[in-house]
């Protein structure tokens, strides 16, 4: 079974850095690409960072320059270095990872987020 667990979240102040850990555990033979959403209440989760094969990335523009995701493959591990931080990156932070092949399913998983709070 495939488990997708996110770490590192937490309370930082204004200019403040945290960095996430995204670890997918399980009988896994690939990971085509993983990301980091962002939710906050009463707002659809939003793409922040998404790493893909030949570690390729995409970013919100609003955390362009402020945020780099990466990620290793060896440990099926991704990361999202914020720096920066402002009040306005305060969510739940979710990690996704994109068609894992496993001995029985090809498909995504979410994990159950972290949150992150960045106080003003």
């Known amino acids: 079974q495939v488990q997708v667990v996110e770490s590192g979240g937490g309370l930082v102040q204004d200019g403040g850095s945290l960095r996430l850990s995204c670890v997918v555990s399980g009988s896994i033979f690939s990971i085509a690409a993983m990301g980091w959403y962002r939710q906050t209440p009463g707002n659809e989760r939003e793409l922040v960072a998404r790493?893909?094969?030949?570690?390729?990335?995409d970013y919100a523009d609003s955390v362009k320059g402020r945020f780099t995701i990466s990620r290793d493959n060896a440990k099926n591990t991704a990361y999202l270095q914020m720096n920066r931080l402002k009040p306005e990156d305060t969510a739940v932070y979710f990690c996704?990872?994109?068609?894992?092949?496993?001995?029985?399913?090809?498909?995504?998983?979410w994990g159950q987020g972290t949150q992150v709070t960045v106080s003003s």
């Open positions: 790493i893909a094969r030949r570690d390729r990335t």
């Open positions: 996704l990872a994109e068609r894992v092949a496993t001995p029985d399913s090809f498909k995504d998983y």
